[in-house]
């Protein structure tokens, strides 16, 4: 008896399926850069730092309209921008600038207060970050130093685990308002070059807070 199997197509696919799943695909890989800016080294400490301020300014709206915001700029003009939009960039943002980094960084923000009316701060989700006026002012804060306009603050931090958190002020008479104004952004710490060389977007030991 001949048996003629009339639906080649079918036999193609769990043949292409089979093959499919027998392969030894690996991990998969991040192949793009995260648009952002990276820090610049200190000359003398070696850390890295980002110079962050906050201004208000008007975000415009689809149908026309704006609305008065605060928001972070970031005074080194997209100095350490991961693409090129980013280059010469200096307009305060909503969202804030996203901070890039590695993780075993040792990282400084410093930021300036250039006129937002109320005490603006940064706490880092996940971080234990230290404090240190820059300005000669008196010590003055809610959870940690603050600065009013024309004030400055450095938060210095280590960062030990990859992962995406969230950076943010928390001070003055209503903090929950510093949000709702616009004064977050977003820190991403890669995995370590050094040990990661395959880029991995995700593994064992990412965090996100």
Request: proline content about 8%; cysteine-free; charged content about 10%.
């Amino acid at each position: 008896m001949n048996l003629t199997y009339k639906q080649p197509g079918r036999l193609l696919s769990v043949f292409l399926t089979g093959l499919v799943l027998a392969l030894p695909w690996g991990q998969a890989t991040a192949q793009h850069d995260i648009r952002g800016i990276t820090p610049t080294a200190d000359s003398t400490s070696g850390d890295l730092t980002f110079n962050l301020y906050a201004f208000p300014f008007n975000i415009n709206l689809p149908e026309g309209s704006s609305l008065q915001m605060w928001g972070f700029g970031d005074q080194d003009a997209g100095a350490g921008a991961t693409h090129d939009e980013g280059a010469g960039y200096n307009l305060p943002q909503y969202p804030g600038p996203t901070l890039v980094v590695n993780a075993g960084d040792s990282v400084t923000i410093n930021l300036t207060n250039s006129g937002v009316p109320h005490p603006v701060s940064i706490v880092v989700t996940g971080h234990n970050v230290t404090a240190a006026r820059t300005d000669g002012n008196p010590s003055h804060g809610l959870v940690t130093e603050a600065a009013n306009v024309g004030e400055s603050v450095s938060y210095t931090f280590d960062a030990p685990k990859p992962g995406t958190y969230l950076y943010h002020s928390l001070d003055g008479s209503n903090p929950g308002l510093h949000v709702e104004m616009g004064l977050l952004g977003v820190l991403v710490v890669r995995p370590d070059p050094t040990t990661n060389t395959g880029r991995t977007a995700y593994g064992d030991g990412t965090e996100t807070d």
